[in-house]
């Protein structure tokens, strides 16, 4: 048996798909380590905003796509035209990954690109869209910080990069009570202990709690690690984090539950260190 500790902003939707795949199998514990927060427009785009500002329009999440959607309602700004509405050809959007292209999808704005085969920044500058970016501008609409590489890769290619933050992510203390539950003890010799961490902040976050656990409970339990990047296994080496490992094929939800599926198959005793 698994117990995992699901630490994802918004942990509804996985913790609902791994309950429904392996209800008996694995233990989920919600424990976000971020809250979301909007952040205010610039001024500037309160007056004068226009979707032909850019021509291709970039969102790194499905979060970016929502709070988006809202400040346009908010400040009663235009959404891009519909599919098959005049002026529809004038905008291209991007999406990171699956879950942000249904996204945008459901939006039922036009310009949407297709889904890159890699849910990540190498993923998008794959996508035909990117081949010709010299003298285009394009918007990137994301946290507080984050898609700094993709950014650099279309400006050394000519392009005119703007980013567009939309919401930040604000840490959240240690839930004492999360962390009891999810590293109670189990009663199946081959049980283990596993955190979900889908960002390097994400990462940072838990790692201060991890330690702050171990001094709470005099005591260091071995849990592993899935990564959803390989950044963040990084990351956590840099910290000082030996434990074991797994990451991610890519950020799609069926790569998190394909390693789960893996996990059920080797005791936490067989993985490999990095």
């Known amino acids: 048996m698994i117990s995992l500790l699901n630490t994802r902003p918004q942990p509804q939707a996985l913790t609902r798909a791994i309950e429904q795949a392996w209800s008996s199998e694995v233990r989920v514990i919600e424990a976000p380590l971020q809250k979301l927060v909007a952040l205010p427009l610039e001024q500037s785009l309160k007056s004068s905003f226009s979707w032909l500002d850019a021509d291709i329009w970039v969102f790194v999440s499905a979060n970016a796509v929502a709070f ?4 346009l309602q908010q400040h009663q700004l235009p959404s891009p035209p519909s599919e098959g509405k005049e002026g529809a050809e004038g905008v291209a959007l991007v999406a990171v990954g699956q879950a942000t292209w249904q996204s945008l999808a459901s939006l039922g704005w036009a310009g949407l690109q297709p889904i890159p085969q890699r849910y990540d920044s190498e993923g998008m500058l794959a996508l035909p869209i990117f081949n010709q970016v010299s003298g285009k501008r394009v918007a990137i609409v994301r946290g507080e910080i984050g898609r700094d590489w993709l950014a650099e890769q279309l400006s050394q290619q000519g ?6 933050p939309i919401y930040r992510r604000d840490a959240l203390p240690l839930d004492q009570a999360a962390w009891q539950a999810w ?6 010799p081959s049980s283990s202990y596993w955190v979900l961490l889908t960002s390097q902040e994400n990462a940072q976050i838990w790692w201060q709690h991890y330690q702050a656990w171990c001094q709470l409970a005099n005591d260091k339990v071995v849990v592993g690690v899935i ?8 990351c ?16 799609s939800q069926s790569s998190m539950l ?3 599926r893996l996990l059920l198959s080797r005791p936490l005793h067989e993985e490999n260190t990095p």
């Not at 988006?68 to 400040?71: D, G, N, R, T, Y």
Request: net charge neutral.
């Open 236 to 251: 956590l080496n840099r910290l000082g984090f030996n434990g074991p490992q797994r990451v991610c094929e890519n950020a």
């Open 258 to 260: 394909n390693q789960i």
């Open 159 to 164: 392009a005119a990069v703007r980013f567009y």
């Open 68 to 71: 988006f959607s809202q400040a």
């Open 183 to 188: 590293l109670a003890p189990l009663s199946e």
């Open 227 to 234: 990564a959803l990047t390989p950044t963040i296994a990084d």
